[in-house]
């Protein structure tokens, strides 16, 4: 069964410091994987996406890394921002024949940064 | 301004009624989607559409119906035989199938009493 799985469920840091996500994931065939961010009440925004081939891919303080062969991935936040509070959700895409690609989305992770 | 558009943001409803979402796009995108957001839960694909005229159901379609007569709109319809309707409908789009990024929009929330 296709899954993507994330942890922690939610997680609370002070401004100014680094916090890691992680998700796990069972999708197959692979195609690629993708983190959005979702303020409270409002649509995902992308934040990075990563094929098989690639293992980081940095967006300003985000950065994304991709293990393909544990099927890990994980998104790094540097020196944490107040508006960095939001859920982050990874998104893992299977791709089929005929250029069907179908997403798999995780329940994200609810970040709170506090002052 | 482009990018996607959904109204209302809000949306209450008595229980037995159909209610109709409205997603409107200007990226001139072909395909365009529904998604489900439950609290605790990841997204959940209602309905898609790859070309005008044209859609498919997701994973979650039943008690729903949509319709593709431009290229720019997709409107979800909740019937009165979605047995939950309470949630937050996201509908996005993407320049095709495949690999493309998919732009969501600002999301609805339905509540259904």
């Known amino acids: 069964k296709n899954q993507v799985e994330q942890s922690p469920q939610s997680l609370i840091i002070l401004e100014g410091k680094n916090c890691t996500l992680q998700?796990?994931?069972?999708?197959?065939?692979?195609?690629?994987l993708r983190w959005y961010k979702q303020d409270t009440g409002r649509g995902p925004v992308s934040l990075t996406i990563?094929?098989?081939?690639?293992n980081t891919k940095s967006n300003g303080r985000y950065t994304a890394t991709l293990d393909a062969d544990t099927k890990q991935s994980s998104l790094h936040i540097t020196a944490s921002q107040l508006s960095d509070s939001a859920s982050y959700i990874c998104?893992?895409?299977?791709?089929?024949?005929?250029?069907?690609?179908?997403?798999?989305f995780g329940a994200g992770t609810r970040l709170a940064v506090h002052p | 301004d482009g990018g996607i558009t959904q109204s209302p943001k809000y949306l209450f409803r008595k229980e037995g009624q159909n209610v109709t979402l409205s997603c409107e796009q200007n990226?001139?995108?072909?395909?365009m989607y529904w998604y489900r957001q439950d609290p605790g839960q990841g997204l959940r694909l209602i309905y898609y559409?790859?070309?005008?005229?044209?859609?498919q159901k997701g994973d979650i379609a039943e008690g729903y119906s949509v319709s593709r007569e431009k290229k720019e709109s997709f409107p979800l319809t909740v019937t009165s035989a979605q047995k939950n309707p309470t949630a937050f409908y996201l509908c996005?789009?993407?320049?095709?199938?495949?690999?493309?990024?998919?732009?969501f929009g600002p999301g609805t929330r339905l509540t259904v009493t």
């Open positions: 998700c796990n994931y069972t999708v197959s065939p692979f195609s690629n």
């Open positions: 990563m094929t098989f081939s690639e």
């Open positions: 559409s790859q070309i005008v005229n044209d859609f």
């Open positions: 996005a789009s993407s320049m095709g199938q495949g690999t493309y990024e998919q732009y």
């Open positions: 998104v893992v895409s299977a791709g089929f024949s005929g250029g069907y690609n179908k997403l798999i």
């Open positions: 990226l001139n995108h072909d395909a």
